[in-house]
């Protein structure tokens, strides 16, 4: 098998959207398709109803890429829309390609630029960046037979990634059902104060930075970049005992809710976890300690899941975004019969101990298709 090395210039040309002002938004028209809009599906739509080159015009099937911000490679599903700009349309006439393929290959190409792009506080290509780009090409029978090969791995991916998402919702659900909304309060259980369902609440401390020993340890060290999933078994950073005395970071023990309240990340969503082993957190942090006689840590976790939205809309930007300690101690929980929280929590590890074989085979099937694009690009996953 043949495989050229071309320039993504040289394959198609790529056109920028067109560079919409806030003014121009309606309320109806054409959905205007910003990065956003491609990265989340849910987001809105703003609308324009104006005259507009037909080069900006997006139709059902079109490939479009986002070089600012956020970097990927889509295939337009909607209707007939606008383009807006930071998004590159693709019109293939210069080289005869399966869409398909040349997805694939600029997705991992995108994905080579990000380390490019190290550092950077906006993550940006420029036109001359992307064109220059090389990508491997071989005959167009041959672009589609592992094309046909990486669809099918991903469609295995996507189905491993849905059902991800329906044990996270099958877990809502439960919670829902058993206690109503927690916010409302629908099923008028007696109410707590935060702090008197908790036996301690711990804040956090950062180890002085400019002693490299104390951060020579095995004590996980928590702090927003490790609050990514509702469960921590570890983090990125590690201290030692003498790191512990000599600040105010103190040792909170498992089964502890841990809370993020000061992180740009406020703006989107409320970080909160529970710890399986001892940790300590950092200042942006707060750990709840419950009493284990009125309160379950799950049933807490999902009541702050469900919680959040208030919370967010209490976020403060003074030097950064944070929320009121002082407040949050004070919010009123309901609190059902400890004996229906803790057959929610039975509930809660059975779909957790799921999901995590779940992520175990997706992060398989991930390395299977990282492989694959691998020996593909190289020319070695079909013999001539």
């Known amino acids: ?26 309320n109806k028209g054409l959905p205007i398709i910003r990065i956003q809009n491609l990265t989340n599906p849910d987001s809105p739509f703003n609308y324009y109803q104006g005259e507009i080159d037909d080069k900006y015009i997006v139709n059902k099937g079109d490939i479009l890429i986002s070089w600012s911000a956020s970097l990927g490679v889509f295939e ?27 997805k694939y290959i600029v997705q991992r190409s995108l994905e080579r630029a990000l380390k490019y ?45 849905a059902q991800i998402e329906a044990l996270d919702q099958l877990t809502q659900s439960l919670f829902l059902e058993m206690f109503g909304d927690p916010v409302k309060n629908s099923l008028g259980f007696k109410t707590e104060p935060l702090h008197e ?51 105010s970071a103190k040792l909170i023990p498992p089964n502890s809710l841990l809370m993020v309240i000061r992180s740009g990340i406020l703006k989107k969503k409320l970080p909160i976890a529970i710890n399986t082993r001892e940790v300590t957190v950092n200042q942006d942090m707060k750990a709840f300690v419950v009493d284990k006689n009125k309160i379950t840590v799950e049933y807490l976790l999902y009541f702050f899941e469900f919680y959040q939205k208030v919370l967010l809309n209490r976020v403060r930007s003074v030097t950064a975004d944070n929320l009121d300690f002082q407040q949050i101690k004070e919010i009123l929980v309901p609190v059902p019969p400890i004996n229906k929280q803790k057959e929610f929590s039975n509930i809660f590890y059975k779909v957790l101990a799921e999901k995590n074989k779940c992520l175990q085979q997706l992060n398989e099937l991930e390395n299977n298709f ?15």
């Not at 180890?207 to 927003?224: A, D, H, L």
């Open 1 to 26: 098998m043949t495989i050229t090395l071309k320039r993504l210039g040289d394959i198609a040309t790529y056109v920028n959207g067109y560079a919409f002002k806030p003014t121009d938004w309606k």
């Open 197 to 247: 369902l908790c036996v301690h609440i711990f804040g956090g401390g950062t180890p002085s930075k400019s002693n490299p020993e104390y951060y020579i340890g095995n004590i996980p060290w928590v702090t927003p970049k490790d609050m990514k999933d509702i469960v921590i078994n570890d983090s990125i950073d590690h201290i030692n005992e003498d790191a512990i005395a000599n600040s």
């Open 76 to 102: 337009w599903l909607g209707e007939k829309a606008v383009l807006n700009q930071h998004i590159f349309k693709v019109i293939f006439d210069k080289e005869d390609i399966d869409k398909s393929y040349f």
């Open 117 to 161: 792009l190290h550092g950077s506080t906006m993550k940006h290509i420029t036109k001359k960046y992307f064109d220059n780009i090389l990508v491997p090409i071989p005959d167009l029978v041959t672009q589609k037979k592992i094309a046909k090969v990486l669809d099918k791995a991903q469609e295995l991916i996507d189905k491993r990634k």
């Open 370 to 384: 990282n492989s694959l694009m691998q020996r593909a690009f190289k020319g070695e996953l079909f013999n001539d």
